[in-house]
């Protein structure tokens, strides 16, 4: 390293067992693993040992920021949470999950890179980061509050610089799906990161900070900042423009905020409302509703066709959002399939209530039976849908509907998730996706299959771009038309699900935003494909990260960075949990389901034929240097990663 440029050097290591402070040395990884869930997955490996659960004192919770939180660097305010996740099925896989917000960088501006957090504390406590002064004091009067009453009473007693990441009830008693968050709506949502929290009595992390992040070349990175920020004109794959509902801009004062620092796009999906009237409670709400939030409501016509209206569905998302439970497993899976189970009588009520969904006090006492465990229903979906169908005895005939896999309900696949519309051949790369994945494999699934079909006539009739376009962009990002081409098959299709496998660690290590990047796409281009002055879209992250740190890697490098991290977790797994391709394939049932939304070119619905992507499979593991019958790093790709020293998770035992 060429000095401390980017990284702040050091992080915290918090041992709540013992009551202990400690600092660590950064930048004895980052040169191979930059930050975030990169350095996150490196400090893993080392110091999770097999047998570890989700609850256990020793299942570190590992923070991390990354070298451009905190900076210019547009849509640069994120940071992983990573750790044995407790919503993980059959077994708790160690994976990740992500926040925006001001968290992350208040962090860096104390002075810190992340935090590893161990050790359960025998009572409530809140960690306390005032630049150098680390401290942990007692949560005791915070117990039981939600996450804004959490957030509002720390504010309160250090003053509004304060940023807060807290967890609210669901964590505290132990859900699978609890989140924790920070300010309105940004949540790690996924995993169960909150119960983890909640395992340890760690109620929030309280930082404030003032100190400066060094840049190795402040001039050419500012230019390459504003160079992104100008081009950066749509998020979520959509090329139309964004606008606010001058209704509710009048009715409820409805108005971008962006949920994360240095977001410079209004997102389709992201609003923040001023003045909601309560249906359950007589006061006004104010707060954010973000991605799949937006469907609490309901949608007419649709498969999420409840009507709450605006004003309950709003105050319910409040709701869920402060006692901490994941949006995308109850709208996505839980909802649906309480529904499926209703309609075959399996159950007739909630707390004495008839299920109807279009009663927001059903809701309301739906998510307080689940946050605390008050009757055998909550109970059973405090652990998440397909343990709580174990538990009930009841529904799982049902799962393969809405869970494809690892204990998460579908997200862009074609098939559970019936809000995004993607139809054949774009879910074969979904499909290998979440193949290989602990979790959804959304910030990979959001670069390929979002950016695809929003940015086509499919999604987007009025302002997709052409087919041929699409074509021509794709042969030169992937290698080959066929890998877009919405009248192909299985053909082409591995190597963008590599491709994007390495984008998602980029956005999770550097961190980024992973609606934005990577940039391929554009309408500021005569040809489409995103560019920026001399440099093209895909380039974006590896300009930023190199004149942020002084780093002088190659493309290549910085490709090689992320394959080690896919590679080194993939190794964490089979040392934990003896991955295998066995395990990959537990998927297919699902897939083989017709898609939800019919391709035009081909005229019907179709599902997966295993036979090809067993073959498909095999081109994957292929590209990736792993062996196609174990479905493990090869040694000789262990060597060339120069992973030989943390490679005993490698063995073979003939699963």
Same mark, same amino acid.
């Given at each position: 390293?060429?000095? &401390? ?82 919503? *993980? ?9 992500? /926040? ?29 980061? +005032? ?12 117990? *039981? &509050? ?10 309160? +007693? ?62 050419? /990175? ?5 160079? #992104? ?6 998020? %979520? ?23 994360? +620092?240095?977001? %410079? ?13 309560? #249906? ?71 707390? @004495? ?7 927001? +006090? ?31 005895? /009841? ?18 696949? *074609?098939?559970?998730? %019936? ?80 491709? !994007? ?35 093209? @879209?895909?380039?974006?992250?590896? %300009? ?32 934990? !949990? ?78």
């Amino acid at each position: 390293m060429k000095g &401390c440029y980017g990284w702040m050097g050091k992080f915290l290591r918090v041992d709540l067992g013992r009551g202990t402070v400690d600092i660590d040395d950064t930048l004895r990884h980052v040169d191979e693993y930059v930050g975030g869930r990169g350095l996150a997955a490196r400090i893993a490996v080392d110091e999770i040992a097999p047998g570890t659960s989700a609850f256990s004192a020793h299942n570190p919770l590992l923070l991390f920021t990354g070298p451009l939180t905190g900076t210019a660097a547009p849509y640069s305010g994120r940071t992983s949470i990573c750790s044995l996740a407790p919503q *993980g099925y059959p077994v708790e896989w160690y994976t990740r999950s992500s /926040f925006g917000g001001h968290w992350g960088p208040a962090l860096k501006y104390a002075g810190w890179d992340g935090i590893v957090i161990s050790g359960c504390s025998a009572t409530p406590v809140y960690l306390l980061i +005032q630049n150098d002064r680390v401290s942990i004091e007692a949560a005791g009067s915070l117990w *039981g &509050c939600g996450i804004f009453d959490t957030q509002k009473r720390l504010i309160q +007693q250090y003053g509004e610089q304060l940023r807060v990441f807290a967890i609210g009830p669901s964590g505290e008693n132990l859900s699978r799906i609890a989140i924790a968050a920070t300010e309105t709506e940004s949540a790690s949502g996924q995993g169960g990161f909150g119960a983890v929290m909640g395992s340890k009595k760690l109620k929030a992390i309280a930082v404030q900070g003032n100190q400066a992040i060094q840049i190795a070349d402040p001039d050419r /990175f500012l230019k390459i900042c504003n160079l #992104v920020r100008e081009e950066a004109h749509a998020s %979520h794959g959509w090329p139309h423009p964004i606008r606010l509902d001058p209704e509710k801009v009048a009715q409820y004062g409805q108005r971008f905020q962006a949920c994360t +620092q240095q977001c %410079h796009t209004g997102c389709y999906d992201a609003r923040y409302y001023t003045r909601v009237p309560g #249906v359950l409670c007589n006061k006004l709400l104010a707060g954010q509703v973000d991605c799949v939030a937006g469907l609490f409501p309901g949608l007419a016509n649709s498969f999420y066709n409840w009507n709450l209206g605006f004003e309950a569905g709003f105050e319910i998302t409040q709701m869920s959002n402060d006692l901490g439970l994941n949006h995308w497993e109850i709208l996505i899976g839980m909802i649906p399939w309480l529904r499926d189970c209703r309609r075959a009588a399996y159950f007739r009520e909630i707390n @004495g209530r008839a299920f109807d969904l279009d009663d927001p +006090q059903v809701w309301a006492d739906l998510f307080r039976s689940i946050t605390y465990r008050s009757d055998e229903l909550g109970r059973a979906l405090a652990e998440g849908v397909v343990r709580g169908s174990e538990l009930l005895g /009841f529904g799982q005939e049902f799962l393969v509907r809405y869970y494809p896999a690892w204990g998460y309900a579908g997200h862009w696949d *074609g098939h559970g998730d %019936h809000i995004n519309h993607i139809v054949f051949p774009f879910w074969l790369v979904a499909a290998l996706q979440w193949a290989m994945d602990t979790r959804d494999p959304i910030s990979s699934g959001h670069g390929y299959t979002q950016n695809i079909m929003n940015w086509s006539t499919i999604n987007s009739p009025d302002y997709g771009l052409s087919w041929e376009t699409i074509k021509l962009i794709g042969k030169k990002v992937y290698g080959s038309e066929l890998a877009v081409d919405p009248a192909s098959g299985y053909e082409a299709k591995a190597f963008p699900a590599v491709w !994007h496998n390495h984008r998602s660690v980029v956005k999770d290590s550097l961190p980024v935003d992973d609606q934005i990047f990577p940039r391929i796409y554009s309408n500021y281009t005569s040809d489409h494909y995103a560019r920026a002055a001399d440099i093209e @879209g895909p380039d974006f992250e590896f %300009h930023l990260l190199n004149h942020a740190t002084g780093l002088d890697w190659t493309s290549a490098e910085f490709d090689l960075f992320a394959e080690r991290v896919i590679n080194l977790e993939r190794l964490l797994q089979i040392k934990l !949990h003896n991955r295998s391709r066995k395990d990959d394939e537990t998927l297919v049932p699902y897939f083989e389901q017709l898609e939800n939304s019919v391709n035009p070119f081909k005229g019907q619905a179709v599902g997966l034929d295993p036979v090809k992507f067993r073959l498909l499979l095999d081109q994957y593991y292929a590209l990736r240097g792993w062996d196609c019958v174990t479905g493990r790093p090869l040694p000789e790709t262990i060597e060339r990663l120069q992973l030989q020293h943390l490679s005993g998770a490698n063995t073979p035992s003939g699963k």
